[in-house]
T-cell receptor, first 113, second 110 residues
Framework: NAGVTQTPKFQVLKTGQSMTLQCAQD?????MYWYRQDPGMGLRLIYY???????DKGEVPNGYNVSRLNKREFSLRLESAAPSQTSVYFC????????????FGPGTRLTVL | KQEVTQIPAALSVPEGENLVLNCSFT??????LQWFRQDPGKGLTSLLL?????REQTSGRLNASLDKSSGRSTLYIAASQPGDSATYLC?????????FGKGTRLSVIA
């Protein structure tokens, strides 16, 4: 039972390159989330998926797209990376949105040069 | 817009002390409040979840209280240990998923 897994753990991109961050959970949770964590800014919600087939914007969605591939997987795509997207990205999941404990993955540390 | 504030930003205490971490939020229309722990370079681990109808939750040496009407929560850690050193974050859920505070960085000195 791995919980929430994220790949890759580390990534360095050049400005303008694209990439997809992968997230999977094995807890049969309905809801999944993407956050970014920056020094002095705390954790901020990028996108979330309340259930399979739905996605919604969070606080900082600009420059990102998401796909809820199935109930287990929720990916985050950067189409044209910018230095401002240098951050640590966390995926999380919960049984139900807003009412249940969220379980977090180990994070992806992304640097955009 | 919900805002969550945690005071102090950093705290250093000798081993064995009891301590209190504070969290305040601006919109009292919440579903629940959660406390998390984050070790350096790691993800977040949930410590306690208090539903909006509850006043407190306990787990081992940790006790979290919630006063929804005043927009405040406290995390009480009894008999602190060096292994408690970490950043502690509180987060509230309401009309949107979790809104986080910036955390309190705790150092427990042996």
């Amino acid at each position: 039972n791995a919980g929430v897994t994220q790949t890759p753990k580390f990534q360095v991109l050049k400005t303008g390159q694209s990439m997809t961050l992968q997230c999977a959970q094995d807890m049969n949770h309905n809801s999944m989330y993407w956050y970014r964590q920056d020094p002095g800014m705390g954790l901020r919600l990028i996108y979330y998926s309340a259930s399979e087939g739905t996605t919604d914007k969070g606080e900082v969605p600009n420059g990102y797209n998401v796909s809820r591939l199935n109930k287990r997987e929720f990916s985050l795509r950067l189409e044209s990376a910018a230095p401002s997207q240098t951050s640590v990205y966390f995926c999380a999941s919960s049984e139900l949105i807003a009412t249940d404990t969220q379980y977090f993955g180990p994070g992806t540390r992304l640097t955009v040069l | 817009k919900q805002e969550v504030t945690q005071i102090p930003a950093a705290l250093s205490v000798p081993e064995g002390e009891n301590l209190v971490l504070n969290c305040s939020f601006t919109d009292s229309a919440i579903y629940n409040l959660q406390w998390f722990r984050q070790d350096p370079g790691k993800g977040l681990t949930s410590l306690l979840l208090i539903q909006s109808s509850q006043r407190e939750q306990t787990s081992g040496r940790l006790n979290a209280s919630l006063d929804k009407s005043s927009g405040r929560s406290t995390l009480y850690i009894a008999a602190s240990q060096p292994g408690d050193s970490a950043t502690y974050l509180c987060a509230v859920s309401g009309n949107t998923p979790l809104v986080f505070g910036k955390g309190t960085r705790l150092s427990v000195i042996a």
